[in-house]
């Protein structure tokens, strides 16, 4: 059975791949269910702001899309 990555996990999965697993501090990342509750609660707010971003430009560039077809 596959477990679906929350938008705040992909995030900080994202995060941790970049920094080559390493804070700002140059500390170790931790698992994401070592995590503070409140730090993988602002991964979450952040993951879904990009979400509810994306969304809304690949919506914007569907309907622009459909629009010119009807041209």
Not at 13 to 32: E, F, H, I, K, V
Not at 40 to 59: C, F, K, P, S, Y
């Given at each position: 059975?596959?477990?679906?990555?929350?938008?705040?996990?992909?995030?900080?999965?994202?995060?941790?791949?970049a920094t080559g697993n390493?804070?700002?501090?140059?500390?170790?990342?931790?698992?994401?269910?070592?995590?503070?509750?409140?730090?993988?609660?602002?991964?979450e707010q952040a993951g879904?702001?990009?979400?509810?971003?994306?969304?809304?430009?690949?919506?914007?560039?569907?309907?622009?899309?459909?629009?010119?077809?009807?041209?």
């Amino acid at each position: 059975m596959t477990t679906e990555l929350t938008p705040g996990q992909r995030a900080y999965d994202a995060y941790c791949a970049a920094t080559g697993n390493r804070t700002y501090s140059g500390a170790p990342t931790l698992d994401w269910r070592a995590l503070p509750v409140a730090i993988r609660h602002a991964w979450e707010q952040a993951g879904g702001q990009i979400r509810r971003d994306t969304l809304a430009e690949v919506t914007g560039l569907i309907r622009a899309q459909i629009g010119e077809d009807l041209k």
